[in-house]
């Protein structure tokens, strides 16, 4: 039965198992956002902390989308499992560097399922995906903007409270 149920839903069940992937990606995201948030709190970047906190949530959003987008369609979207989270960090500029890397990993994730979504005809899910791929441009180019305040004010002592301050 669970097979025929499958069969019924409006996606390719290649496209479900790789968003239920994405899903997962999302969470981790949402839970890295809230690892370097905490660090930020704890070196009074309150700035930064705030930025982490609504980033968090914003992952935690898309992964609802995808979530309910699976649902909508006859599909069974799966919970994550978040684990592996780093808590450890350096420094402000390298909370915003593993940013960056985590939101281009991201991007490349949302590519390959819209490439896999073409490849299978899977026009549903490729239309669903625009938005997402809007949004990844958006989150790296926010991410990039920050770094170069580390090279434009300077990464010790006050350039870091005036990075912090710019942080929105």
């Known amino acids: 039965m ?3 149920a499958r069969l019924n839903m409006s996606i390719k ?7 239920n ?3 997962q990606m999302e969470g981790k ?3 890295s956002y809230l690892a370097m ?3 930020c709190d704890q070196h009074s970047y309150t700035g930064s902390a705030e930025f982490f906190y609504r980033q968090a949530n914003e992952e935690r959003e898309h992964m609802m989308k995808i979530f309910k987008f699976i649902n909508d369609c006859g599909g069974n979207a799966i919970s994550p499992e978040i684990s592996n989270i780093n808590h450890d960090f350096s420094s402000l500029e390298e909370i915003f560097e593993t940013a960056l890397e985590q939101e281009i990993a991201v991007t490349n994730s949302i590519n390959k399922i819209i490439s896999l979504a073409k490849k299978t005809e899977d ?14 441009l958006e989150e790296e180019k926010s991410m990039r903007d920050i770094l170069d305040l580390f090279e434009v004010i300077g990464r010790e002592g006050i350039a870091l409270k005036l990075i ?3 942080i929105k």
């Open 2 to 4: 669970k097979d025929i």
């Open 13 to 19: 069940v290649t496209s479900l198992d790789a968003l």
């Open 21 to 23: 992937d994405q899903i």
């Open 29 to 31: 995201a949402s839970s």
């Open 37 to 39: 948030a905490s660090w």
């Open 123 to 136: 026009f549903a899910v490729e239309n669903f995906l625009q938005w997402f791929v809007k949004e990844q």
């Open 164 to 166: 912090d301050e710019r």
